[in-house]
């Protein structure tokens, strides 16, 4: 292992306010519908689902700066700034002429970058008089930092964990446990919608679509109870952006401007904190940055979905969303980044890629995992499944800067390590990962089964 440069920032330098990024774009997201009126939804149609301050921001194309109440920046304190490190190490195995950077969101203290968006959301539960949550979760990030931040702001939490993550991923059923929060495995049989798919297949694994169905069915039917989200929402992306104002400072810091933005795709947060804040210099022409989200080969909905209104859950309860999509009832292989796995993407994101701001690349789950091993044995952090994805992208640009000569400053998002996934390498090591491909007549099939529901 090479020498590392870390780049941190005093607790006076850590931002004080988040950027909403809806303020400054040219093309402003397409509104979402009701799923029942189809008319567009104001932030009043959220309030019985969300706490009333995340249903404003979703909305909120006004104000660019939004303050960071001080109660969460006082538990952002508690892991924050995260370093940002030039990966020398890596740079030296490639020797590629490339600048190659991580901001590393996996020293929080669930272990990923979820807990921004948690600690945040849990804080206007709380100040709303709300005494219960509940949400989905797929590898179980999400539902750590949200019992985490339940349990900080004294609230009780119901976390619903996609039945094959909940089996596979035990331990992190057992962190949320250890915070206090009740965990099940979705599809359940403790809500209508999970009924309604063991039903017709009492061996379904689950994914992020039913679990959802779920966690926002016991929140409409129980007092009290407010449903909260740990990407694909604007508010979470939002939240999210503290990753790339931090990063920000700590690149000049380092005395460097990145010429290429990279961050794993799931829902779009991770990749919206470390994305958005540098793409506003882009918006004022000061700037031509480069926006990379590197989704996996097996869900690829920026790269072969379709853009049209959608779904956010399998049962058709969410919003219809404009985005990027596969469509709600896609079952995305089981893959070991869980937290891929899903059939959508935000509508901020989705309007960015549509409008040429960004760009996707997909990634076969074993390249994944070499870049990931790489990366481990080079910089000394052992990656999340998820993250591998941000690192194969840079790897893969790192690559042609070699074959150019270019000394590109690449930045990417380490949004997780993968200390709780040691399954999947485990898996890898003994040569027993298998890549899934998705056919084009999947992708074809699932799509035109959307256009029948939302015409
Ligand atoms: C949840 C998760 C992701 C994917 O979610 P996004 O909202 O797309 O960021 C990526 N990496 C890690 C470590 C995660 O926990």
Known sequence: ????????????????????????MPNKPMPMLDPKTKKPMTPEDMFPLFSMEASRQEMDQE???????????????????????????????????????????SVSPIGSHKLNSALAQAYYCKQEGVTNITTETGAGQWGCALSYAAKVFGLEAAVYQVKISYEQKPYRRAIMQSYGAQVTPSPSMSTRAGKDVLTVDPNNNGSLGTAISEAVELAMTTPNCKYVLGSVMNHVSLHQTIIGLEAEKQMEMAGEYPDIVIGCFGGGSNFAGISFPFMRHVFSG?????????????????????????????SGLTPLMPMYTLGHNFMPANIHAGG???????????????????????????????AG???AKEEGIIPAPESCHAIAAAIAEAEKCKETGEEKVILFNLSGHGLIDMA???????????????????????VKELEQIIK
């Open 286 to 314: 000061e700037r031509k940055t480069r926006f990379i989200a590197a989704e996996p080969a097996s869900c690829p909905k920026l790269t072969r979905g379709q853009f049209q209104y959608d779904f956010g859950d399998l």
């Open 340 to 370: 891929l796995r899903y059939h959508g993407a935000g509508v901020i994101i989705s309007q960015l890629l549509k409008d040429g701001y960004m760009e996707a690349m997909d990634l076969k789950q074993s390249e994944t995992f070499k």
């Open 373 to 375: 091993l790489l990366f």
């Open 63 to 105: 104000h660019a700066w939004i303050d960071i109440p001080e109660a969460v920046r006082e538990q952002y304190k508690y892991y924050r700034s995260t370093p940002l490190v030039r990966a020398y190490g890596l740079e030296k195995a490639l020797g590629t002429p490339a600048h190659i950077y991580f901001k590393n969101e």
């Open 1 to 24: 292992m090479s020498k590392q440069k870390r780049f941190f920032l005093s607790e006076e330098e850590i931002p004080t306010q988040w950027y909403n990024i809806q303020a400054d």
């Open 424 to 446: 999947a390498y485990t898996q890898y090591l003994a040569g027993n990962l298998f890549d899934h491909e998705v056919s084009d007549e999947e992708v074809t099939r699932n």
